[in-house]
């Protein structure tokens, strides 16, 4: 053996350049399988996968499969993709990419999108940074009733009954769901605006604060879910869809 061919010494044992080249080219082999494992379970699935989940089922460490998610997460942004790979609540799913929401909605014939109203978008702010709260605080805070609206809200899966206040009657506790950090594009609800940004002198209340944030936590409209029902996958879209305007 050539002096130039030595690399490294191993527990003793001289290793050339050639074995290190194999060992690299399997390792690369070999996460490349993993990578092919880790979409087919995200695809298949089309609900979130915590990392628990898919490390069982690969019988790998936790921490070496978030590193190669990370790197799928990082390839998945390229522009030549059409879909992304995002992580809410510490799950991971694969969703298509908004830009290519126009075409998603030709092939799924769905009728015309429309957005959300305005009592929505308030009774959502209220819920997201009050949470847990209950539908008489969100009145109170409003100032008109919000029945209407909460029920539309939980219809289309961006909030949901959290348990029971312990006082007379019990009423229901609302707080946010993994739609709704899906839909805002965020990982966590720790991933929300800080309030302190908009206590100034403009604010002429907390409805305005709330309502401020959440507009500009999401510069378009609120996404839809759209559900194929033929491989039950969620898509992401540029706006939430409905029979009728809530």
């Not at 819920?127 to 008489?136: E, N």
């Not at 759209?226 to 898509?235: A, L, P, S, V």
Request: charged share 35%; aromatic share 6%; net charge negative.
């Amino acid at each position: 053996m050539r002096v130039s061919e030595i690399y490294l010494s191993r527990g003793g044992e001289i290793v050339s350049n050639i074995d290190v080249k194999q060992y690299e080219f399997k390792e690369l082999s070999r996460k490349a399988n993993i990578k092919s494992a880790i979409e087919s379970m995200l695809f298949v699935s089309g609900e979130p996968l915590s990392l628990r989940d898919l490390s069982n089922n690969l019988e790998i460490k936790d921490k070496v499969v978030e590193e190669i998610i990370k790197e799928m997460m990082s390839e998945y942004e390229e522009e030549s993709r059409g879909i992304r790979l995002i992580s809410i609540n510490g799950a991971y799913q694969l969703v298509t990419k908004s830009e290519n929401s126009d075409y998603i909605q030709k092939l799924l014939k769905k009728n015309k999108r429309h957005s959300l109203s305005q009592a929505s978008i308030e009774s959502l702010a209220i819920i997201a940074y009050k949470q847990p709260i209950t539908r008489i605080d969100i009145d109170e805070i409003r100032g008109v009733k919000s029945e209407s609206a909460i029920q539309k809200l939980v219809e289309k899966g961006l909030i949901k009954d959290i348990g029971r206040l312990e006082v007379p009657g019990r009423p229901i506790l609302y707080g946010t769901t993994d739609e709704f950090l899906r839909q805002f594009g965020l990982e966590t609800l720790k991933e929300l605006p800080s309030l302190d940004l908009y206590s100034d002198e403009e604010a002429k209340s907390s409805m305005d604060v709330l309502n401020q944030a959440l507009k500009d936590m999401n510069s378009e409209d609120v996404n839809d879910e759209i559900k194929d029902e033929n491989n039950e996958k969620y898509i992401n879209d540029a706006e939430v869809a409905s029979d009728k305007e809530v």
